[in-house]
């Protein structure tokens, strides 16, 4: 079975562009969820969707934004970038049930110049 | 709000010595309890889990047990191996909720 891809694994922009990641969860999964992982930090989390809704965001600015298509993978838009946006974002998908985990992709590394 | 808290890094041990890192939490109701291992350059993987009060995780020797009268969810394991060389976060799930992460805490294994 697949596990969480994401694409692409790195990605480098200028300071003012736009910046778009993709995420594909596990088949049947329904939840997404992104995280931003800047060097040294812990995860902070960014959006979450559940069947094609935005159910929840962290503490980020309204240039981080996101949508989940029907077939429940996910895109995360980021604009206007800035040099602070440089970071590890990482996806995960679960089934959206209580006390199930997420299993996370391996990450799309945005450096941004 | 939830939060989590883990031991500061790095944490550096010796082959064979035992580990513990500490977790503790704040939630409303009864989240699960989860730790979470990232290996240089990759993502996260899920270590070991706990539902309900009492409940012991364990996964590849580690090995934490869910204790509601201390919100606690300690990470222990009797024997490291430089394999064991990671990054490793605490996170708590409230309840139809995105999960909630700690810092993290490094460790290091020297053979």
């Known amino acids: 079975e697949a596990g969480v891809t994401q694409s692409p694994t790195h990605l480098i922009k200028t300071r003012g562009q736009q910046a778009t990641l993709r995420c594909s969860p596990i088949?049947?999964?329904?939840?997404v969820y992104w995280y931003q992982q800047a060097l040294g930090l812990g995860l902070q989390f960014l959006l979450w969707?559940?069947?094609?809704?935005?159910?929840n965001r962290g503490n980020f600015p309204p240039r981080f934004s996101g949508r989940q298509f029907p077939n429940y993978s996910s895109e995360l838009n980021v604009n206007a970038l800035e040099l602070e946006d440089s970071a590890l974002y990482l996806c995960?998908?679960?089934?959206?049930?209580?006390?199930?985990?997420?299993?996370f992709g391996q990450g799309t590394r945005l450096t941004v110049v | 709000g939830d939060s989590v808290t883990q031991m500061e890094g790095p944490v550096t041990l010796s082959e064979e010595a035992f580990l513990t890192i500490n977790c503790t939490y704040t939630?409303?109701?009864?989240?699960?309890l989860f730790w979470y291992v990232q290996y240089p350059g990759e993502g996260l993987q899920l270590l070991l889990k706990?539902?309900?009060?009492?409940d012991k995780g364990s996964n590849k020797g580690f090995e934490a047990t869910y204790r509601k009268e201390t919100t606690s969810f300690h990470l222990e394991k009797g024997s490291v191996q430089v394999s064991d060389s990671a990054v490793y976060f605490c996170?708590?799930?409230?309840?139809?909720?995105?999960?909630?992460f700690g810092s993290g805490t490094r460790l290091q294994v020297q053979p």
């Open positions: 996170a708590l799930e409230p309840g139809r909720r995105a999960l909630t």
């Open positions: 969707y559940d069947e094609g809704e935005e159910r």
């Open positions: 706990a539902t309900k009060a009492d």
């Open positions: 088949s049947g999964h329904t939840s």
């Open positions: 939630a409303t109701g009864y989240p699960s």
């Open positions: 995960a998908s679960s089934p959206g049930q209580v006390g199930t985990e997420a299993f």
